[in-house]
Nanobody
Framework: VQLQASGGGLVQNGGSLRLSCAVS????????LGWFRQGSGDRREFLAY????????SYGDSAKDRFTISRDNAMKTLYLQMNSLKPEDTARYYC???????????????????WGQGTQVTVSS
C-alpha cells in the first residue's frame, strides 16, 4: 500500500485547507485510514480515522468541531477538511493505513503499517 499526501501550504489564522491522500496498491474495505500530525520536536498526534467498510469516523481532541475526515466512493483518496485554522495547527500532516477495522487502536500512531510522506501546513498569525 502506498500513500501520498498533498494539499498543505501557508494559510492565515482562521483560514481553511483541504488535505488529500492518494491511496494505491492492494487495499480493501477492511482498511482503516487515519490522519496524524507532528510539530517540531513533538510526538505524532492523532487527528482522525475512518473505517472504509462502513465510514465510521473518530476524532482526536484537536480535530473535533474543526476538521472533517472523508474518503471518495472508490476509496482511493482520503481527505481532511480543516477549518478555523490556528497557528498551533502548524505541523507536518501524515496519512496512514492499516488493514483492520477501526477501533481504539486506530488512535495510536504505532498501530499503522503504512504511512505517506507528509505535507506541511503552516498557519500564520
Amino acid at each position: 500500500v502506498q500513500l501520498q499526501a498533498s494539499g498543505g501550504g501557508l494559510v492565515q489564522n482562521g483560514g481553511s485547507l483541504r488535505l488529500s491522500c492518494a491511496v494505491s496498491g492492494r487495499t480493501s474495505s477492511a482498511y482503516t485510514l487515519g490522519w496524524f500530525r507532528q510539530g517540531s520536536g513533538d510526538r505524532r498526534e492523532f487527528l482522525a480515522y475512518i473505517s472504509l467498510s462502513d465510514g465510521r469516523t473518530s476524532y482526536g481532541d484537536s480535530a473535533k468541531d474543526r476538521f472533517t475526515i472523508s474518503r471518495d466512493n472508490a476509496m482511493k483518496t482520503l481527505y481532511l477538511q480543516m477549518n478555523s485554522l490556528k497557528p498551533e495547527d502548524t505541523a507536518r500532516y501524515y496519512c496512514a493505513a492499516n488493514d483492520r477495522y477501526g477501533s481504539n487502536w486506530a488512535r495510536v500512531s504505532t498501530s499503522y503499517d503504512y504511512w505517506g510522506q507528509g505535507t506541511q501546513v503552516t498557519v500564520s498569525s
